[in-house]
């Protein structure tokens, strides 16, 4: 299991702007459960959830692979999501995390966020694993959450990685500095070359091997360790279904894809299998 986080060679094309756009599932695509589908859901003692940007796209979040609209295809994840262009140069990143964080706290969680909130109260083993790092999932009331890349809304020292609560710019072009240490704060995220938090990642490898279901919902399934989640689970012999209104490297080997956004697609299955 790699354990930082890891660019794909697909994904270095993509910074390229190379990927054609693929949405036509998403206006189009009329949603099919299918009954095996909607039984083994109503059936799971474990269910696992393992979300991605998409699940946040229709409450307005920017994706990142998205070919138009996907942040990597506007901004260079190597300039601004990792160590070495923070050190290069902190205030650029700094701000770049503070705009999406202010963006953050005007949006709203969507039907996608409600529905898994809603299959937690239904299924007795339950964990949500995000690689978003919003808080959109708490904000809708799920609670066995792990977040595998962090929150933006969290702010650490980049030194000593105490979370501070409050923190003021400074007047000069760099970032507020920590109150114990004066290093530069940093957003409580994970960087592209940096380590998971260990906890978060066992518990969601935990949860993906003993789970009789997993969801895998708004990803590109493209970067590691996250991405290893779902074949840990099939090996296991858990069913794999896909959320996605496009394909990724998953969709071939799920045992089920469900074509459409993640807000239609998610409040159905779960209304399916949990009516009333
Ligand atoms: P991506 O931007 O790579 O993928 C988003 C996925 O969501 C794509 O497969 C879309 O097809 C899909 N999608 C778009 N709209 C959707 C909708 N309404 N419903 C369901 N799916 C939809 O985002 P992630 O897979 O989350 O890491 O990216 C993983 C990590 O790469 C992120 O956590 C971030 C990024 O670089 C860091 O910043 C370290």
Known sequence: MRMSIEFSTRVARAW?????????QMRAAPLVLPASLVTALRAARSVAVLTGAGVSA????PTFRDAQQGLWAQFDPRELATPSAFARNPKRVWDWYAMRRDMVARVA???????????ERRV??????????DGLHRRAGSVRVVELHGNITRVRCSAEGTVVAQWREPADALPPRCPACGAYLRPDVVWFEEMLPADALAAAEDAARRCDVLLVAGTSAEVYPAAALPELAQRAGA???EVNPNETPLSADAGHVLRGPAGVVLPALVAAAFPG
């Open 16 to 24: 390229d702007g190379a990927r054609a756009c693929e949405n036509a």
């Open 58 to 61: 229709e409450s307005g979040v």
């Open 109 to 119: 969680p969507n039907p996608a966020h409600f529905a898994l909130a809603e299959l």
């Open 124 to 133: 007795p083993d339950f964990l949500l694993a995000t690689q978003n790092v």
């Open 239 to 241: 069913l794999v279904v």
